[in-house]
């Protein structure tokens, strides 16, 4: 049973979703789950496999799990101490009405997927981006119309080699299939095939109610300027985009630290992934030593 546990829970992050895994640790006394128990439960739909043992125990472990994965800032993981009695006492013990009259220790781990980015465009962005990706085990995947700059020579650590026309693209992703990445960038070098790209993956994404914050709906980002931005925003209102869905898209991309170069620009564009990820704001003064 445990290895058919841990082996769902690393499937559903390599899906992409948020998994809670509840491990029984230590026991003593009369209950229903030995050490090495576990349960585990996805963000998505909060199903669940496994067992820590049952009956109330395993109804409060389920309770427990869907509210931390219902939380944008988890906790890394918890331990609780259950007493199987309902007259159950002792420091830092929650009495449970049971028979059983054992006492249960249980860890409970937060599982988050690390960043999957969809890199739209190979030139130079996107070739400075992917090794600080790769540096930080994330994964990415490359689109782009020109097979010199969506191959596996250039960007031999990528999940996916997309090299097709922008339109076939936009018919190859739903928000189904959109959902595996965290983040999008459209980094192409010709603006009308990242308006064809925006457009449909926006579209797609709204049918579905996606919201775009890296969990129901990938982060979409576009690298270039305020006009070119407002000119997009136009054309995808005129589609039928929705204001809301549009706001959530960020552009111009990267944390601002002056980045000019594609180096300094991968720089920028990874740190904000990271500060997003983790749900911090990198413009806090505040230091954790």
């Not at 029984?24 to 576990?38: M, N, Q």
């Not at 620009?265 to 954790?288: F, Y």
Request: with cysteine.
């Amino acid at each position: 049973m445990t290895a058919t546990v841990l082996a769902w829970a690393l499937a559903q992050l390599e899906a992409g979703d948020k998994v809670v895994l509840a491990s029984v640790i230590d026991t003593s006394g009369s209950v229903p789950g030995k050490a090495g128990a576990r349960l585990a439960m996805r963000s998505s739909d909060q199903e669940w496999v496994g067992t820590v043992g049952g009956a109330g125990l395993e109804m409060t472990v389920l309770k427990r799990s869907a509210l931390l994965l219902g939380k944008h800032n988890l906790p890394a993981g918890e331990v609780h101490t259950y007493g199987l009695n309902k007259g159950a006492k002792g420091y830092e013990v929650t009495a449970l009405d049971s028979l059983c009259g054992g006492r249960v220790t249980l860890s409970m781990e937060v599982l988050v997927p690390m960043p999957h980015v969809l890199l739209i465009g190979g030139g130079h962005c996107a070739q400075a981006i992917a090794p600080a990706l790769d540096a930080l085990g994330w994964s990415h995947s490359i689109h782009d119309t020109r097979e010199e700059f969506c191959n596996a020579n250039l960007f031999p650590q990528a999940e996916a080699h997309y090299h097709m026309e922008a339109s076939s693209f936009v018919e190859h992703h739903d928000a189904a299939t959109l959902s595996r990445y965290s983040d999008v960038l459209l980094l192409g070098h010709d603006w009308a095939e990242d308006q064809t790209r925006l457009l449909g993956l926006l579209a797609a994404l709204q049918d579905q109610n996606s919201t775009l914050d890296g969990r129901s709906g990938p982060r979409v980002g576009v690298i270039g300027s305020r006009s070119k931005w407002q000119a997009f925003e136009q054309a995808a209102l005129d589609q039928g985009v929705k204001q809301d869905v549009l706001d959530q898209v960020i552009c111009p991309i990267g944390v601002n630290i002056g980045a000019e170069s594609p180096e300094e620009i991968a720089v920028a564009v990874v740190a904000q992934i990271m500060s997003l990820h983790k749900g911090v704001n990198p413009s806090d003064a505040t230091w954790r030593v």
